[in-house]
Each structure stands twice: as structure tokens, then as C-alpha cells.
């Protein structure tokens, strides 16, 4: 993850420590920021064209059964080759963000796999989201959007997408 010099320091800190998360740490991670935060973030996702082309990515993912759909979250995180990490990787930033909030918003009715009612995230990744409850809303916000942003592969030449 290429972390922006404009970013202010903390922020910088909070997705160094993000990037070097475990990829299940990453998505439970996600899921606390939502379930923590989910009310204030929700209007900061733009409602653009890009609502349109979130919601038809994660129709996609919704089809799946529930492992394959933990699956398709662990590889946009790994940035595995996949038609879902292509099309996802071609989204702009904020489109990235309403795509991972509509996931979140599955999540809450079971649509999509939910997180184990057990999980614990480890120390690194509760001490980060303790970091991020106490940034200002619009830290939050660019960490969200940069955290999610890096996730997903690249178009290739010849591919589908």
C-alpha cells in the first residue's frame, strides 16, 4: 500500500499498521470500523454513478455462496487475479468505499457471509481501531477510502476486464 506524503502523520501511521494487518485481520477490521462507525461514514459514501456500478459488483458477490463470498474478500485483500479483483480494481476510490459499506450493510442480514460472533481481532488491529475512533471524522474517512482503495488487481491485457 503506497501511503500519500499529503496525508497527516497519524493517518500515515494508521494505514502503515493497516497494510501490515493479515488479510482476515483487514476484513474484521473493516467490519468494527462499520459496526463503530458505519452511521457517520454512511453519508460521507458519494451517491454518484458509482452507486450504480457498486451495487451490480456486489449483486455479483451476493450470488455466491457464503465461503466463496469470504473468498472473494480475502482475494481483493491479497490482490489475486480474479474477474471480481479486475473489475474492482478499475473502480474509482469512493465507488471502492460504497462497495465495501454495501458488503458491510449484507454482513448485518447474513446476505453475505457475517463476521464469527467469536472473532477477536488481535492487538495490532484492536489498538488501530481504538487509533481510529479517536481521529476526526474526516481522518476516518480518508483512512476508510485509502484502506480500501489498494485492494483488488489491475485490468490485464486480454483479459475480460
Known amino acids: 500500500m503506497v501511503v500519500s506524503a499529503n496525508l497527516d502523520p497519524n493517518l500515515q501511521e494508521a494505514l502503515k499498521t493497516f497494510s501490515e494487518l493479515s488479510v482476515d485481520d483487514k476484513l474484521a477490521l473493516l467490519w468494527f470500523v462499520y459496526t463503530k462507525m458505519g452511521d457517520s ?3 460521507a459514501a458519494p451517491v454518484t454513478a458509482g452507486q450504480d456500478i ?3 459488483l456486489y449483486n455479483q458477490v451476493k450470488q455466491l455462496s457464503h465461503q466463496e463470498q469470504l473468498e472473494v474478500q480475502r482475494n481483493l485483500f491479497a490482490g489475486k487475479d480474479s474477474l471480481i479483483s479486475r ?11 460504497l462497495f465495501w459499506y454495501r ?9 453475505i457471509v457475517p463476521m464469527p460472533e467469536s472473532y477477536e481481532l488481535n492487538s495490532n488491529a484492536q489498538q488501530l481501531l481504538s487509533q481510529l475512533e479517536a481521529m476526526e471524522f474526516q481522518q476516518q474517512i ?3 477510502r485509502e484502506s480500501v482503495s489498494a485492494a483488488g488487481s489491475e485490468p490485464k491485457v486480454g483479459a475480460a476486464i
Open 87 to 97: 473489475e474492482y480494481g478499475s473502480l474509482s476510490e469512493n465507488t471502492k468505499l
Open 41 to 43: 461514514i454512511t453519508p
Open 103 to 111: 458488503l458491510a450493510q449484507g454482513m448485518e442480514d447474513a446476505t
Open 142 to 144: 480518508t483512512f476508510s
Open 54 to 56: 457498486a451495487e451490480g
